[in-house]
């Protein structure tokens, strides 16, 4: 693999597919072994830390709330604002809400610097801290930086290595695409998903480490310790195994084929487009803005903007003091969901070729209604609340699951800059196929599928976009 | 290729094109002679003629004139809108203006009904009347509905074919996808293109007719004749020439192998989404909602809503009375744009495959910011009040075309149930790829390209989808 020159047109998107699943196989890198990793990352623990305080709204210092609409702006009229929304799904179960959410219209580069070593491609992570992290310091891409942040509204430090990503078509770039975030929190958020190769040297900054993808991935069976952005990243990345591999096992053996652009799928792709097309056409979304003080089931509550059951989320604000930040000092609104999620998916054996059960889904902040996402997306305890009618199918696969039939189980954090503490418990899930039988709603496709789908825009949601490297995390798997 | 039973999964989209392309070869129907059209079409322009008048904006009717805003809503609050919208796009020739913008949220359905007969898939088409159109009568899709239409909210008869798209699962859908439309005169407005095949009997009624791909492209040489709604779905057709097809010369020879999927490309897939994506990132558009009566350079003259200039378009009124219409007498706003458009494809033979070179362009009511159009889009007129800077690259070799390099020339015209006369002169030149390099706006791509661009949405805009029909249509030339 190594020392061959990259081929030209569309055969180089194959032979990155094959090296990004030898960088996947590669349990061990050029530059550090996971014990080293470890002790790394907990030294700039210790000197990364930052103090969040949690501070009611009215103590927002630099942001302006709107004395009509009660909306909340930063005074430069930048990085984000929160409004409300009315939310009309005719026909659903819950078919009509209102909802305070998140306008940021800047898009953002979530950028990985990717470099051979060794023969074997290795990324450039970075130990970052975020306000909303439960704990602090999580394993972020090379850049994640707003649009505000590059261009340096706030008057901060540059951020190191942005030049990769501000002039990609100058270096060869494995992924390029823009993706959405949480529909249900984001009003059409959207991030420029990046990996560029550097073919030069790269200087190794602090708090940056080179790792291999194995390496990142055995990392994402820890708890809260890969973030959001590195998970949306990588989910965009072609792999597919050499069929040289060996498989494990069955299971290891149904997901390299699941890889594989010649293996046989339930459905073809130009079928699934148009399931989608479909789904799109037939949810009638309707949605009005509307202003935050005028939202009929929300409430201020001690400083927070709360919805009157408990249930959902609340608006809040934190005061952040941080060392190793653009800025060392500031305060901000954050979204704190109420309850623990949980992330599921479904994937069966369909002629020993692995599928994912994907659910047609509608969130109002999509930028086309709908996207796919995994088979289950919620927060239980909130159907203490809704009618029984909104519980989503599949649900109680994943609430007492068969342990043997586990695949993955780790609770992961989404991201950090503007949710507080909001953390999700993503599984994967092996069942018959015959046992989750599909719906209008949902499909089993397979893992090159979800690939191919990822070349573009909006088709897969950030959570099933998260679930997706949890996937490959299991290329490497020794069972 | 007929009586074949349709191949399952992925080869069935190569089994399509291979069919559309044969319907696009078939110059002679099974059902009319180009001459018994014209005789059908000649008698239905008699006894469907529409009467529309100009009314001044304030002798609507059903429309209710926000007296805060001056926005205009119809009373249903269903169909469309219009507000003013203020764009920004700083770094830009025009860096900043304002204008009246259509919303219309609801998500129409432009379906065409196709069948094989004698082993050739025709297509089921329309004779309609629009308000807007300039003769009147052209050349429809056999499904052309909003959502208001198809659930019948003013009141009028059923529209006609519609439950083969209402339940398209029940039929082999040949395309089905989402497209945008003007992003200049619409915010965010998107239909859904379908083309689904029938495999029972279809009864044709009064006003409708089937044809082969290449009587309708015949047709398409015609000024005003086929409608934009035909263009646009008809672009979403897979379409690749089997080896076996003589070609006529070697412009032809180099159109087929374009639409090869094995044809070398001057760019492959990935580095042209790569370059969408950079587009739109790059592109920093900033879109704030305003009041329709607050527009700087707008104000009301005449019943009608102008540009100080007398430039881009005037926002105007209409009073309808039709016959053969879903409903026989109503009023409604309408754009009516100032000046004659050119919509120019320049097309090249790079290593013997015909390449089309595309323009990353921004318009304000896009999706998301960037769609590929035509080489040049604008309405020449305009420049006599815009900077110079403005005026687009390679403008010159459409205004001025050498006549032996014009491959396509007819003046066709937008939808004319939003758009009172609105015409473009469309225009495919080739030229020599030296006399029109790339830039960074500007890419050359196969036919193969545009058609795997189109299996997803907002890729192409409403006049590239255009030209890509109007290419498609020199399939079956004879030179």
Known sequence: MTGDP????????????????????????????????????????RHRHARVRPIPLTALQGWRVDPDTGDIHHHTGRFFSLHGLEVRLPGRPVAHWSQPIINQPEVGILGILAREFDGVLHFLMQAKVEPGNCNGLQLSPTVQATRSNYTRVHGGAQVPYLDHFRDPAAHHRIADVRQSEQGAWFYQKRNRNMVVEATGDVEVRDGFQWLTLGQIHQ????????????????????????????????????LLRSADPAAPSRHDLDDLLHWITEARSATELQLTRVPLNRLADWRHHDGRIIHHSGHFFEVTAVAVRAGGREVAQWTQPMIRPTGLGVIGLLVARIHGVLHALLHAHTEPGYADVVELAPTVQCTPANYQYLPAAARPAYLDQFLRPDPQRIRFDTTLSEEGGRFYHARNRYLIVETDPAHAPETPEHRWLTLHQLGELLRHSYYLNVQARSLVSCLHSLFGATT
């Open 6 to 45: 990259p081929p030209p047109g569309p055969a180089r998107r194959v032979h990155d597919a094959r090296r990004i699943a030898h960088s996947a196989l590669a349990r061990h890198g050029s530059h550090t072994t996971l014990t080293q990793f470890h002790h790394w990352f907990r030294a700039h623990h």
């Open 219 to 254: 990392l994402l069976a820890e708890d809260d310790l890969v973030n959001m952005d590195v998970r949306t990243v990588l989910s965009c990345l072609p792999l597919a195994a050499p069929s040289e591999v060996p498989a494990t096992d069955d299971f290891h053996a149904a």
